[in-house]
Protein backbone atom coordinates (compact mmCIF):
# COMPACT_ATOMS: atom_id res chain seq x y z
CA UNK A 1 0.00 0.00 0.00
CA UNK A 2 0.70 3.21 -0.38
CA UNK A 3 0.76 6.47 1.45
CA UNK A 4 1.31 10.17 0.47
CA UNK A 5 1.85 13.17 3.47
CA UNK A 6 2.23 16.39 2.49
CA UNK A 7 3.80 18.12 5.62
CA UNK A 8 2.20 21.55 5.30
CA UNK A 9 -1.43 21.98 5.10
CA UNK A 10 -1.08 26.00 4.01
CA UNK A 11 1.98 28.03 3.15
CA UNK A 12 1.46 31.54 2.64
CA UNK A 13 4.52 33.19 1.18
CA UNK A 14 4.70 36.82 -0.65
CA UNK A 15 4.32 37.45 -4.48
CA UNK A 16 7.72 36.85 -6.22
CA UNK A 17 9.08 34.79 -3.01
CA UNK A 18 10.22 32.13 -3.85
CA UNK A 19 7.99 28.77 -2.30
CA UNK A 20 8.98 24.69 -1.52
CA UNK A 21 5.53 22.71 -1.11
CA UNK A 22 6.99 19.56 0.33
CA UNK A 23 5.81 15.90 0.00
CA UNK A 24 6.85 12.50 1.14
CA UNK A 25 5.64 8.58 0.30
CA UNK A 26 5.41 5.52 1.73
CA UNK A 27 5.41 3.04 -0.33
CA UNK A 28 6.54 -0.82 -0.41
CA UNK A 29 6.87 -0.60 -4.44
CA UNK A 30 8.03 1.59 -6.53
CA UNK A 31 6.07 4.45 -7.57
CA UNK A 32 5.24 7.03 -10.50
CA UNK A 33 4.63 10.42 -8.67
CA UNK A 34 2.64 13.86 -9.93
CA UNK A 35 1.48 17.02 -8.75
CA UNK A 36 -1.83 18.52 -9.56
CA UNK A 37 -2.66 22.04 -8.94
CA UNK A 38 -6.28 23.08 -8.19
CA UNK A 39 -7.42 26.45 -8.77
CA UNK A 40 -10.66 27.77 -6.90
CA UNK A 41 -13.77 26.59 -8.54
CA UNK A 42 -12.09 24.10 -10.96
CA UNK A 43 -11.14 20.60 -11.96
CA UNK A 44 -7.31 19.52 -11.01
CA UNK A 45 -4.69 20.19 -13.78
CA UNK A 46 -1.22 18.00 -14.06
CA UNK A 47 1.73 20.63 -13.06
CA UNK A 48 4.55 17.62 -13.05
CA UNK A 49 5.08 13.68 -12.92
CA UNK A 50 8.28 11.66 -12.22
CA UNK A 51 8.30 8.49 -14.47
CA UNK A 52 12.15 7.95 -14.66
CA UNK A 53 15.33 9.48 -15.97
CA UNK A 54 16.32 12.32 -13.95
CA UNK A 55 15.33 13.21 -10.96
CA UNK A 56 14.75 17.09 -11.89
CA UNK A 57 11.55 17.43 -13.43
CA UNK A 58 10.06 20.90 -15.00
CA UNK A 59 6.68 20.97 -15.26
CA UNK A 60 4.09 24.13 -16.57
CA UNK A 61 4.18 27.79 -15.09
CA UNK A 62 7.59 27.55 -13.84
CA UNK A 63 7.26 24.51 -11.19
CA UNK A 64 9.89 22.23 -10.70
CA UNK A 65 9.74 19.09 -8.62
CA UNK A 66 12.94 16.75 -7.62
CA UNK A 67 12.55 13.76 -6.85
CA UNK A 68 14.51 12.13 -3.98
CA UNK A 69 14.57 8.11 -3.55
CA UNK A 70 16.51 7.89 -0.33
CA UNK A 71 14.53 10.46 1.81
CA UNK A 72 11.44 9.33 -0.28
CA UNK A 73 10.64 13.05 -1.37
CA UNK A 74 9.04 15.10 -4.71
CA UNK A 75 9.13 18.62 -3.03
CA UNK A 76 7.73 21.07 -5.33
CA UNK A 77 9.36 24.36 -6.01
CA UNK A 78 9.12 27.89 -7.49
CA UNK A 79 11.66 30.39 -7.82
CA UNK A 80 9.39 33.34 -7.80
CA UNK A 81 5.61 33.28 -7.31
CA UNK A 82 2.89 35.02 -8.58
CA UNK A 83 -0.73 36.16 -7.27
CA UNK A 84 -1.59 33.42 -9.70
CA UNK A 85 -0.43 30.87 -8.26
CA UNK A 86 -2.85 30.77 -4.89
CA UNK A 87 -4.31 27.36 -5.60
CA UNK A 88 -4.44 24.63 -3.82
CA UNK A 89 -1.90 21.64 -4.78
CA UNK A 90 -1.92 17.84 -4.45
CA UNK A 91 1.10 15.27 -4.19
CA UNK A 92 0.05 12.08 -5.87
CA UNK A 93 1.93 8.49 -6.38
CA UNK A 94 0.70 5.74 -8.37
CA UNK A 95 2.10 1.97 -8.04
CA UNK A 96 4.20 1.21 -10.87
CA UNK A 97 3.18 -2.24 -11.45
CA UNK A 98 -0.73 -1.10 -11.58
CA UNK A 99 -3.04 -1.18 -14.55
CA UNK A 100 -5.97 0.46 -12.55
CA UNK A 101 -5.15 3.85 -13.10
CA UNK A 102 -5.65 4.58 -8.95
CA UNK A 103 -3.83 7.49 -8.15
CA UNK A 104 -2.57 8.07 -4.03
CA UNK A 105 -3.32 11.68 -3.18
CA UNK A 106 -1.87 13.52 -0.50
CA UNK A 107 -4.51 15.63 1.91
CA UNK A 108 -2.96 19.15 -0.01
CA UNK A 109 -1.13 22.45 0.47
CA UNK A 110 -3.03 25.38 0.62
CA UNK A 111 -0.37 27.79 -1.55
CA UNK A 112 -1.90 31.75 -0.05
CA UNK A 113 0.60 34.03 -2.32
CA UNK A 114 0.20 37.92 -1.04
CA UNK A 115 1.07 40.81 -2.66
CA UNK B 1 -8.16 19.57 -27.25
CA UNK B 2 -7.62 18.33 -23.56
CA UNK B 3 -10.71 19.60 -22.34
CA UNK B 4 -13.13 17.45 -20.22
CA UNK B 5 -16.71 18.81 -19.98
CA UNK B 6 -19.33 18.35 -17.00
CA UNK B 7 -22.33 19.23 -17.10
CA UNK B 8 -24.26 21.18 -14.93
CA UNK B 9 -21.68 23.23 -12.86
CA UNK B 10 -24.21 22.96 -10.27
CA UNK B 11 -26.98 20.95 -9.05
CA UNK B 12 -29.63 20.93 -6.10
CA UNK B 13 -31.44 17.94 -5.42
CA UNK B 14 -33.62 16.58 -2.65
CA UNK B 15 -33.05 13.45 -0.91
CA UNK B 16 -36.24 11.40 -3.15
CA UNK B 17 -35.00 13.10 -6.66
CA UNK B 18 -32.89 11.58 -9.24
CA UNK B 19 -30.86 13.42 -11.26
CA UNK B 20 -28.07 12.62 -13.49
CA UNK B 21 -24.50 14.04 -14.03
CA UNK B 22 -22.53 14.08 -17.32
CA UNK B 23 -19.59 14.00 -18.32
CA UNK B 24 -17.59 13.96 -21.76
CA UNK B 25 -13.97 13.75 -23.73
CA UNK B 26 -13.10 13.71 -27.47
CA UNK B 27 -9.10 13.48 -26.86
CA UNK B 28 -9.53 9.21 -27.46
CA UNK B 29 -9.05 8.25 -24.06
CA UNK B 30 -10.12 5.10 -23.42
CA UNK B 31 -10.32 5.51 -19.39
CA UNK B 32 -12.82 7.14 -16.98
CA UNK B 33 -13.33 8.37 -14.08
CA UNK B 34 -15.64 9.54 -11.07
CA UNK B 35 -14.14 11.25 -8.00
CA UNK B 36 -15.85 12.91 -5.33
CA UNK B 37 -14.14 15.98 -3.13
CA UNK B 38 -15.32 17.47 -0.23
CA UNK B 39 -13.98 20.62 0.71
CA UNK B 40 -10.51 20.59 1.46
CA UNK B 41 -10.22 17.46 1.07
CA UNK B 42 -8.25 15.43 -1.72
CA UNK B 43 -10.33 13.68 -4.58
CA UNK B 44 -11.79 10.13 -3.77
CA UNK B 45 -12.18 8.02 -6.82
CA UNK B 46 -15.14 6.21 -6.76
CA UNK B 47 -15.09 4.59 -10.26
CA UNK B 48 -12.99 4.07 -12.76
CA UNK B 49 -14.51 2.63 -16.59
CA UNK B 50 -12.19 0.86 -18.79
CA UNK B 51 -13.05 0.70 -22.91
CA UNK B 52 -16.46 1.48 -21.34
CA UNK B 53 -16.64 -1.54 -18.89
CA UNK B 54 -16.43 -0.71 -15.32
CA UNK B 55 -13.14 -1.73 -13.86
CA UNK B 56 -13.09 -0.28 -10.47
CA UNK B 57 -16.22 -0.04 -7.98
CA UNK B 58 -14.27 1.51 -4.47
CA UNK B 59 -17.43 0.39 -2.22
CA UNK B 60 -19.59 3.11 -3.63
CA UNK B 61 -22.99 2.85 -2.27
CA UNK B 62 -25.29 1.81 -5.04
CA UNK B 63 -27.30 5.14 -4.69
CA UNK B 64 -24.75 5.87 -7.12
CA UNK B 65 -24.77 4.34 -10.42
CA UNK B 66 -21.98 4.72 -12.98
CA UNK B 67 -23.04 4.35 -17.12
CA UNK B 68 -20.57 4.65 -19.88
CA UNK B 69 -22.65 4.56 -23.06
CA UNK B 70 -19.80 4.98 -25.63
CA UNK B 71 -15.94 5.90 -25.50
CA UNK B 72 -16.85 9.67 -25.29
CA UNK B 73 -19.07 9.80 -22.30
CA UNK B 74 -19.22 9.04 -19.15
CA UNK B 75 -22.75 9.51 -16.62
CA UNK B 76 -23.41 9.12 -12.98
CA UNK B 77 -27.14 8.50 -11.90
CA UNK B 78 -27.97 9.42 -8.36
CA UNK B 79 -30.99 8.18 -6.56
CA UNK B 80 -31.77 8.71 -2.84
CA UNK B 81 -28.77 10.52 -1.62
CA UNK B 82 -28.21 12.03 1.98
CA UNK B 83 -27.21 15.50 2.79
CA UNK B 84 -23.60 14.50 3.56
CA UNK B 85 -23.11 13.51 -0.44
CA UNK B 86 -22.90 16.85 -1.09
CA UNK B 87 -19.43 17.70 -2.52
CA UNK B 88 -17.83 18.24 -6.06
CA UNK B 89 -17.86 15.56 -8.16
CA UNK B 90 -15.04 15.44 -10.71
CA UNK B 91 -14.90 13.33 -13.72
CA UNK B 92 -11.36 12.60 -15.23
CA UNK B 93 -9.84 10.91 -18.24
CA UNK B 94 -6.55 9.34 -19.26
CA UNK B 95 -5.33 7.44 -22.13
CA UNK B 96 -5.60 4.02 -20.38
CA UNK B 97 -5.07 1.76 -17.81
CA UNK B 98 -1.86 0.15 -19.24
CA UNK B 99 0.51 2.00 -17.35
CA UNK B 100 0.33 4.13 -14.27
CA UNK B 101 1.95 6.72 -16.41
CA UNK B 102 -1.22 8.10 -17.91
CA UNK B 103 -2.06 11.65 -17.15
CA UNK B 104 -5.50 12.21 -16.22
CA UNK B 105 -7.22 15.06 -17.17
CA UNK B 106 -10.01 16.44 -14.43
CA UNK B 107 -13.54 18.33 -16.00
CA UNK B 108 -14.16 21.28 -13.80
CA UNK B 109 -16.63 19.40 -11.59
CA UNK B 110 -20.35 19.69 -10.43
CA UNK B 111 -20.95 20.66 -6.87
CA UNK B 112 -23.72 19.04 -5.98
CA UNK B 113 -26.04 19.82 -2.83
CA UNK B 114 -28.72 17.73 -1.27
CA UNK B 115 -31.37 19.16 0.88
Known amino acids: AQSVTQLDSQVPVFEEAPVELRCNYS??????LFWYVQYPNQGLQLLLK??????LVKGINGFEAEFNKSQTSFHLRKPSVHISDTAEYFC?????????????FGQGTTLQVKP | DTEVTQTPKHLVMGMTNKKSLKCEQHMGHRAMYWYKQKAKKPPELMFV???????INESVPSRFSPECPNSSLLNLHLHALQPEDSALYLCASSQDLTSGTDTQYFGPGTRLTVL
Open chain 2, 49 to 55: YSYEKLS
Open chain 1, 50 to 55: YLSGST
Open chain 1, 92 to 104: AVSDMRSNTGKLI
Open chain 1, 27 to 32: SSVSVY
